[in-house]
């Protein structure tokens, strides 16, 4: 197993640990922290391509994904709070307004 | 048919009457509530105006010939045309200024004899209709556009008599009029039909040319005797309507009904006018089968009603039952070929028969005024009937105006002479007796029937005039308390007597033939010498004597007449008796013989068609009404037996397909939790299927 192969199934593992944590935690910040991961091992992908490429634009790609994962947060936290502060709760399984 | 391309102004000034006419009936069917005294004026003023009018046109069109006109096309339907063709020769110019000249005097003659009458605003507007109609029938020169307005005349002339009885159903002399005329119509329109069939057209002018030259237009077969003679009888048929010929003539007696000066100018100079100058003008297209008819219904009409006239009763009787008479004379005349004479005929006696009505009509206001200034005077009425000259008598010192204009036109129609009825009658029975001379046969019954006729009008009419203006005053005699009444009867005013005057000098001998006073012929009679004739008779010594031999008669009749009135003590029954008398005062039982024969049987038919319309045909859509509807005992009815379908049926099945869907629907809606985690598992899932779709599949 090359050091590309390793970096691709560690991708694979976050986004699948990720996923497992947004679809069954039932607080919504818990799935946020898994949003995170998800966009980590996307992350590593980027990484992992970019050792074949002179020019590293897998490792250009990467620091974008950084930063757009911290702006992501930062905006999603915002709306977290502001659910927090109409619905007094951040159960997901409470809240099911999307319902009918 | 080629038509000349410009009209002439006199044209132009002809098509104005009618229009004015009509102009003058709307604007007075609308606003002659508004008008009220002065729709009196403005009837006068139009009417005057269109007399003026006739009389331009009359003096520019006689002696030239002006052909016929065609102002356009009124409708066509595939190859069938009829176009607005107008005609204006002597003839019809003729016509224009008689209808217009009586209509103007008819006029001031009503404006004082209706002048009581609160709905006379009417009244003047359906006079005008009249005159329009008349006006145009006799401009008309397609058969079709005659008939439109042969209708209108009818029409007017029924809105005119029942004028005074309006929404009265039963016994109604108006419908009886226009009934009858309906059946004349019935021949009108299949003689029509008959001569479009064979030549195409309805022109009277291509249908003459083709007629007198015994032409048939290219692609039509040419026209059988027997159809010929077919349509002949059809358009008689209709003229016989109009004019009150036999078997038609039972609507002119009760016609009487309506105001005098509407009997004086409808029933007596100009829409009963039309029947014969329909006939004179379609001469060309009658076969000699047709002709012989017209002679001997127009001599047998005459005589039929010269006897009726004898024994009546009421003023205004006598002249109807003359008016039919003469009429008689002048079909007769078109049907000896002495049309020429038929048409100096209808216009002298348009002015002596007019002016004997409005005599009548003079009698009669005069006698409805002194009813009126009695009741203000004494307090009670003075109820007897104005019209029974069994109640005159005397009127030559109570009213010796009007019994010296009387006087005249009773001498025209008598046939004396010096006076115009003699030239025009003369004509006329010269014409059948030589007529009859050339056919020889049965044909003499035509003047036989015709001199007696004319020798009965001399003894009929001094009847009338004997017990009307001559002897005392009669009405003290069978009515209490009225031995006074005469001193109230005053001559009629100024206004009446106008017209009246107007009238006698047209009655006049000399007015219609200034170089020959006694026999009329083409060259000494203005109107003879204009108007086309056809002679198949020549002049022969014994014609000289004929005039003079009938003017004996007629004298003889007068002065027996004379004896037998004066010294005779009039009585007053309901009806007379003898045989003979009631014969001719019951108009040989006509009217009895039609209303059994053919009024009665209509009703009865009529009475067991709503009988089965009733009970058969209500009663069988009301038989499927309830089997549909009500129920029957314990059966329930169509309509409850759908009703059940649907309600245990249809509607189940509708319910239970509701109700399975509605289970689906609840069961998938569980998907929508609103849960975000469930909706990102099936956002996963998808994508898988997909994914896996990609890669195993499609590759």
């Given at each position: 197993?090359?050091?590309?192969?390793?970096?691709?199934?560690?991708?694979?593992?976050?986004?699948?640990?990720?996923l497992f944590l947004?679809?069954?935690?039932r607080?919504a910040?818990?799935?946020?922290i898994g949003i995170?991961?998800?966009?980590?091992?996307?992350n590593?992908?980027?990484?992992?391509?970019?050792?074949?490429?002179?020019?590293?634009?897998?490792?250009?790609?990467?620091?974008?994904?950084?930063?757009?994962?911290?702006?992501?947060v930062?905006?999603?936290?915002?709306?977290?709070?502001?659910?927090?502060?109409?619905?007094?709760?951040?159960?997901?399984?409470?809240?099911?307004?999307?319902?009918? | 048919?080629?038509?000349?391309?410009?009209i002439?102004?006199?044209?132009?000034?002809?098509?104005?009457?009618?229009?004015v006419?009509?102009?003058?009936?709307?604007?007075?069917?609308?606003?002659?509530?508004k008008?009220?005294?002065?729709?009196d004026?403005?009837?006068?003023?139009?009417?005057?105006g269109?007399?003026?009018?006739?009389?331009?046109?009359?003096?520019?069109?006689w002696g030239?010939?002006?052909?016929?006109?065609n102002l356009?096309?009124?409708?066509?339907?595939?190859?069938?045309?009829?176009?607005?063709t107008?005609?204006?020769?002597?003839?019809?110019a003729?016509?224009?200024?008689?209808?217009?000249?009586?209509?103007?005097?008819?006029h001031?003659f009503?404006?004082?004899y209706?002048?009581?009458?609160?709905?006379?605003?009417?009244?003047?507007?359906f006079?005008?209709?009249?005159?329009?109609?008349?006006?145009?029938?006799?401009?008309?020169?397609?058969?079709?556009?005659?008939f439109?307005?042969?209708?209108?005349?009818g029409?007017?002339?029924?809105?005119?008599?029942?004028?005074?009885?309006?929404?009265?159903?039963q016994g109604s002399a108006?419908?009886?009029?226009?009934?009858?005329?309906?059946?004349?119509?019935?021949g009108?329109?299949?003689?029509?039909?008959i001569l479009?069939?064979?030549?195409?057209?309805?022109?009277?002018?291509?249908?003459?040319?083709?007629?007198?030259?015994?032409e048939t237009?290219?692609?039509?077969?040419?026209?059988?005797?027997?159809?010929?003679?077919?349509?002949?009888?059809?358009?008689t048929?209709?003229?016989?309507?109009?004019?009150?010929?036999?078997?038609?003539?039972?609507?002119?007696?009760?016609?009487m009904?309506?105001?005098?000066?509407v009997s004086?100018?409808?029933?007596?100079?100009?829409?009963?006018?039309?029947?014969?100058y329909?006939?004179?003008?379609c001469?060309?297209?009658?076969?000699?089968?047709?002709?012989?008819?017209?002679?001997?219904?127009?001599?047998l009409?005459?005589?039929?009603?010269?006897?009726?006239a004898?024994?009546q009763n009421?003023?205004?009787?006598v002249?109807?039952?003359?008016?039919?008479?003469?009429?008689?004379?002048?079909?007769?005349?078109?049907?000896?070929?002495?049309?020429?004479?038929?048409?100096?005929?209808?216009?002298?006696h348009?002015?002596?028969?007019?002016?004997?009505?409005?005599?009548?009509?003079?009698i009669?206001?005069?006698?409805?005024?002194?009813?009126?200034?009695w009741?203000?005077?004494?307090?009670?009425?003075a109820?007897?009937?104005?019209q029974d000259?069994?109640l005159?008598?005397?009127?030559r010192?109570?009213?010796?105006?009007?019994?010296?204009?009387?006087?005249?036109?009773?001498?025209?129609l008598?046939g004396?002479?010096l006076?115009s009825?003699?030239?025009?009658?003369d004509?006329?029975?010269?014409?059948a007796?030589?007529?009859?001379?050339?056919?020889g046969?049965?044909?003499?019954?035509?003047p036989?029937?015709?001199?007696t006729?004319?020798?009965?009008?001399?003894?009929y009419?001094?009847?009338?005039?004997?017990?009307?203006?001559?002897?005392e005053?009669?009405?003290g005699?069978?009515?209490?308390?009225?031995?006074?009444f005469?001193?109230q009867?005053?001559?009629?005013?100024?206004?009446?007597?106008l017209p009246l005057?107007?009238?006698?000098?047209?009655?006049?001998?000399?007015?219609?033939?200034?170089q020959?006073?006694?026999?009329?012929t083409a060259?000494?009679?203005?109107?003879?010498?204009?108007?086309?004739?056809?002679?198949l008779?020549?002049?022969?010594?014994?014609m000289n004597l004929?005039?003079?031999?009938?003017?004996l008669?007629s004298?003889?009749g007068?002065?027996?007449?004379?004896?037998?009135?004066r010294?005779?003590?009039?009585?007053?029954e309901?009806s007379p008796?003898?045989?003979?008398?009631?014969l001719?005062?019951?108009?040989?039982?006509?009217?009895?013989?039609?209303?059994?024969l053919?009024?009665?049987?209509?009703?009865?038919?009529?009475?067991?068609?709503n009988?089965?319309?009733?009970k058969?045909?209500?009663?069988?859509?009301?038989?499927?009404a309830?089997?549909?509807?009500e129920?029957?005992?314990?059966?329930?009815s169509?309509?409850?037996?759908?009703?059940?379908?649907?309600?245990?049926?249809?509607?189940?099945?509708?319910?239970?397909?509701?109700?399975?869907?509605?289970?689906?629907?609840?069961?998938?809606?569980?998907?929508?939790?609103?849960?975000?985690?469930?909706y990102?598992i099936?956002?996963?899932?998808?994508?898988?299927?997909?994914?896996?779709?990609?890669?195993?599949?499609?590759?």
């Amino acid at each position: 197993m090359t050091v590309t192969e390793l970096l691709l199934y560690g991708g694979a593992l976050l986004f699948c640990l990720g996923l497992f944590l947004v679809v069954t935690r039932r607080n919504a910040v818990m799935a946020l922290i898994g949003i995170e991961l998800i966009l980590n091992g996307a992350n590593l992908n980027f990484v992992a391509f970019a050792r074949q490429d002179p020019e590293l634009h897998g490792q250009m790609a990467g620091l974008f994904i950084i930063v757009l994962a911290a702006a992501e947060v930062a905006v999603s936290l915002a709306i977290i709070l502001n659910v927090y502060k109409r619905y007094n709760t951040v159960n997901l399984d409470v809240l099911d307004n999307l319902k009918e | 048919m080629e038509l000349p391309a410009e009209i002439p102004s006199a044209l132009y000034l002809a098509l104005a009457i009618p229009l004015v006419y009509v102009l003058f009936f709307a604007l007075q069917s609308f606003f002659g509530n508004k008008f009220r005294d002065k729709g009196d004026s403005l009837a006068l003023l139009v009417s005057g105006g269109n007399f003026a009018l006739g009389l331009t046109v009359f003096t520019k069109v006689w002696g030239t010939h002006s052909g016929p006109y065609n102002l356009g096309e009124w409708f066509s339907a595939g190859p069938f045309s009829i176009s607005f063709t107008v005609h204006l020769d002597n003839v019809s110019a003729l016509m224009l200024l008689l209808v217009t000249g009586i209509t103007f005097l008819v006029h001031l003659f009503s404006k004082e004899y209706m002048k009581h009458d609160p709905k006379r605003q009417r009244y003047w507007a359906f006079l005008s209709l009249f005159s329009f109609s008349m006006t145009g029938l006799v401009l008309a020169w397609n058969l079709l556009l005659i008939f439109a307005f042969w209708e209108l005349v009818g029409f007017s002339s029924y809105l005119l008599i029942g004028f005074w009885h309006e929404g009265k159903v039963q016994g109604s002399a108006s419908q009886k009029a226009f009934i009858v005329n309906r059946i004349g119509d019935v021949g009108f329109i299949a003689g029509m039909l008959i001569l479009y069939v064979h030549y195409g057209d309805l022109d009277l002018s291509s249908l003459i040319g083709m007629s007198l030259f015994g032409e048939t237009p290219p692609g039509f077969e040419p026209i059988s005797p027997f159809w010929k003679i077919l349509a002949g009888l059809g358009l008689t048929l209709g003229a016989l309507s109009k004019s009150a010929q036999f078997p038609l003539q039972v609507w002119l007696p009760d016609a009487m009904a309506g105001p005098t000066p509407v009997s004086s100018l409808i029933h007596a100079a100009t829409m009963v006018a039309a029947g014969v100058y329909l006939l004179i003008s379609c001469v060309p297209l009658f076969h000699p089968v047709v002709l012989d008819t017209l002679a001997f219904t127009g001599a047998l009409t005459a005589l039929i009603a010269a006897l009726s006239a004898l024994t009546q009763n009421d003023i205004k009787g006598v002249l109807a039952y003359s008016t039919i008479s003469q009429l008689g004379f002048m079909v007769m005349g078109v049907g000896v070929f002495a049309s020429e004479f038929s048409l100096f005929h209808l216009a002298t006696h348009a002015f002596f028969k007019c002016g004997l009505f409005l005599t009548a009509g003079a009698i009669i206001h005069a006698l409805h005024e002194a009813q009126k200034k009695w009741r203000s005077q004494h307090g009670s009425k003075a109820d007897f009937d104005v019209q029974d000259i069994r109640l005159m008598g005397g009127f030559r010192k109570l009213m010796p105006r009007t019994f010296v204009l009387y006087l005249i036109f009773a001498a025209s129609l008598a046939g004396l002479p010096l006076f115009s009825g003699f030239l025009s009658k003369d004509g006329l029975l010269l014409g059948a007796a030589a007529w009859a001379k050339g056919e020889g046969g049965l044909a003499f019954l035509v003047p036989l029937m015709s001199v007696t006729a004319a020798v009965l009008t001399a003894v009929y009419i001094s009847r009338h005039a004997i017990l009307i203006f001559f002897g005392e005053y009669r009405l003290g005699k069978f009515k209490e308390g009225l031995g006074n009444f005469a001193g109230q009867i005053k001559e009629v005013n100024f206004w009446m007597l106008l017209p009246l005057a107007v009238l006698a000098v047209f009655a006049l001998a000399p007015v219609w033939a200034i170089q020959n006073p006694i026999h009329a012929t083409a060259e000494s009679s203005w109107l003879l010498g204009g108007i086309p004739a056809i002679h198949l008779w020549p002049h022969e010594t014994w014609m000289n004597l004929f005039p003079w031999v009938i003017s004996l008669l007629s004298l003889a009749g007068i002065v027996l007449t004379w004896n037998r009135y004066r010294k005779r003590n009039i009585q007053l029954e309901a009806s007379p008796s003898g045989f003979l008398k009631r014969l001719s005062y019951h108009h040989f039982y006509f009217d009895s013989i039609y209303q059994k024969l053919i009024v009665q049987p209509i009703f009865a038919v009529s009475a067991a068609l709503n009988f089965f319309d009733k009970k058969i045909v209500d009663g069988a859509v009301n038989g499927i009404a309830r089997v549909v509807l009500e129920k029957q005992g314990g059966i329930r009815s169509i309509s409850g037996i759908a009703s059940w379908v649907e309600k245990n049926i249809v509607d189940r099945t509708v319910n239970g397909v509701a109700g399975g869907v509605m289970g689906l629907a609840r069961r998938s809606r569980k998907i929508q939790s609103g849960k975000l985690q469930s909706y990102l598992i099936l956002t996963l899932f998808g994508l898988l299927l997909l994914l896996g779709y990609l890669f195993y599949f499609a590759s």
